[in-house]
């Protein structure tokens, strides 16, 4: 799987913090699969939302998170416009 995924948040999401609940579960991803070196989860800003984006390492051991909200296959971002947000830097 070199998949890579993505997640739109509104400006209404945002305010009800539905992205920190998104890290929060992502994080337990990570831990529980011990760290994977090429897991990793990104935020890029376009007008008017803010995107997740999990990498294809994040892919594999969330992909039961992925499903569960709906995050849709997506090309990989260009990593100038992204930051780090959890996972592996």
Same mark, same amino acid.
């Given at each position: ?30 831990? /529980?699969?011990? =760290? *994977? #070196?090429? %897991? ?7 007008? $008017? ?21 709906? /995050?849709?296959? =997506? *090309? #990989?971002? %260009? ?7 959890? $996972?592996?830097?």
């Amino acid at each position: 799987m070199n998949d890579w995924y993505r997640l739109t948040f509104s400006a209404d999401d945002m305010s009800a913090a539905q992205n920190l609940v998104l890290e929060g579960h992502f994080e337990k991803f990570f831990l /529980a699969a011990g =760290s *994977p #070196a090429d %897991a990793a989860l990104y935020r890029g800003l376009e007008p $008017g939302q803010t995107v997740y984006y999990f990498s294809p390492g994040a892919a594999r051991i969330a992909m039961k998170l992925i499903t569960h909200i709906s /995050a849709v296959p =997506s *090309p #990989a971002p %260009a990593m100038s416009e992204v930051v780090w947000v959890a $996972g592996h830097q």
